[in-house]
């Protein structure tokens, strides 16, 4: 898990930095941060999530920084579109990974949308791309500015996707979702965060947001009907693309 | 109205009097500064080292229109109730992001103690998104 590689890398420099997207705030995600990282969670998560038996087994409670963002402006600001998806900043505070999936690689089809089970070679080909991913911040760590995995300033603006009107718009919405929600008018509230998703369909986050501000099911995992629905209208197109971890240098 | 509540940038600012009117939304300029940052001077509305030009339709009877400036910011405005909320526009994120300085935030943490991404400025910073959903 996490914790397990911060407290391998982050004597070499490295700082984790999680952000909560998350408009149920301090409710929704305290049980995941302070139970031992996301033991509560079934195993077969793990499996889905690619983390391999050895990092699942060095769970611990996350002594990184853990962020709550209730109106996902982090999202905004980065192109964020899923969790999990992982930016990296180097010292100067440039970006040298510009938001991609965090090592997670697509499982959904193959997936048991009850259980979350997959199979055998499902489960391989993601720890092998989640610890690719995390060979590659490794590698980071101890190279820096001269390891492959940090893009040149040319490959980081080649891999991101420019903001459009619909983008700022959504956010907007999602800014005054996130306002009405806090003054208990949950209603008006879900309007704003599925004016969201029609404006953003590719956003996850603003979808499952939107499908989860009700009282039962904060802090819950959202993957009723609608969830399937929206992840099945996809048809052949990724939900998690992996990263691409080609190197550049 | 004057029980208009504002949402700006990260500003939240309840119970400014603004009068709504077909697309106006006209305010003090003393409020105008408080809720938004941006201050009405001799040059323009200026906010940091930025001015801009106040179009003649901007003002009247000593109020200015917010909603006219956001537009021309080409910044989106959305209303629900008693508030109203801007975005921001598609250039400012668009430059922001591909600047590729890493813009800055500030959020707090469980116990509600703020961290700015600027504080990590000497380390790498390893950033992942996650939601209990």
Known sequence: MWQAVYAELKDQGVEILAVALDTGGKKAVEAAIRAADCRERPEALARLMGWSPALWARQAPPTYTCLIDEAHVVAELYGITNVPQGV????????????????????????????????????ERGMAHRDAYIDALRDWAKHGAASGYALSPEEVRKRMRGPSAADVLAATHVRLGRHLYAKGQLERAKHHFKEAVRLCPESWNYRRQSNMLDPDK??????GPDFWEAVDARGDRQFYPPADLGQTA | MTNTTLLYDDRVTENVAATREGQHLWLAPADMQAATGWKLETEGLCRGDACVRVQPTWTKDGKVDLAAFARHMGQPMLEDGNAIAFGESVGTRHDALFSLEAPDFTLPDLDGKLHSLSDFRGKKVFMFSWGSY
Do not use: K, Y
Request: hydrophobic residues 40%; proline residues 5%; aromatic residues 4%.
């Open chain 1, 88 to 123: 990296w900043i180097d010292e100067q505070g440039r970006i040298v990974r510009p938001a991609e999936s965090a090592g997670t690689i697509d499982m959904v089809r193959s997936m048991n949308r009850e259980t979350f089970e997959i199979p055998d070679a499902d489960a």
């Open chain 1, 218 to 223: 904060v802090g819950t995992l959202n993957s």
